[in-house]
């Protein structure tokens, strides 16, 4: 019998309950330490996976997203006034780099757990219990395919890059060459993938998986105490969302 991860033990709707509360939750505390407490415990999360190639890509374009972010905010926030360290002419401020900060760990916040849903739950996982659920296959297959457009995006862009090195394009080193020559494969990279996604679509069809009939596939495993993690989640889920409609009244 194979032995369950500590993540397999857990279902993809107590994922998916779960990204929504802690997303709610750094929207909600207004504390930067806090709210990059929180990044730190997703990371250390994140790393648990094993996927650390994927967990780095994904990083280091939010990182540099983030330094861009402190970079304008630090020169030209509004509420700049209080000088926290000066380059030559350019002066960076205390207020905006924390605000800038502050959006950054929510950002990272968001990118965590989404990454923790898709590494550690699959396609046919999560047919099969939002099925197992009584949701109709189509919508199934509809929320599917928006969640996992992206990974599928990043396998083609994997794929036209292994196609250009063997043809010996693309071989410089330089991160700006990288950056313009990702702009050519944008437009073929999106039709590719929508492609793909009407494919499937298709090939479900014509095997009757939208039929009324059909029974739903039998769950991969059982998982622990699914009930109780949706109605607690849930519950967290409308305290931090009445927290912040409380807060955006009381502005």
Partial sequence: MTTLTWFQRFDPVTKLLLILCLGLASFVIP?????????????????????????????????????????????????????????????????????????GSRLLTIVLTTFFFIATTSVTENARYLESQGIAFKKVYMFISVCYILPQMMANLHQIKLAQRARGIG??????????????????????????????AIALQLREYDNPQR???????????????HYLLSILIIMLGGMKVWLLIQK
Avoid: C
């Fill in 31 to 103: 504390t930067l330490t806090i709210n990059w407490l929180l990044v730190f415990i997703l990371f250390l999360l994140a790393i648990s996976i094993g996927k650390l190639s994927s967990l780095v890509k994904i990083l280091s374009f939010s990182l540099f997203f983030i330094a861009t972010m402190i970079i304008v905010q630090g020169l030209v926030n509004p509420g700049n006034h209080t000088l926290l360290w000066r380059i030559e002419i350019l002066n960076f401020y205390k207020e905006g780099v924390n605000y800038a900060l502050l959006l």
């Fill in 171 to 200: 071989q410089q080193k330089s991160w700006l060459y990288r950056f313009k020559m990702l702009f050519p494969i944008l437009v073929p990279l999106v039709v590719k993938t929508l492609d793909q996604a009407m494919t499937r």
């Fill in 215 to 229: 029974q739903p596939q039998p769950l991969i495993h059982h998982y622990l105490l699914a009930r109780f993690n």
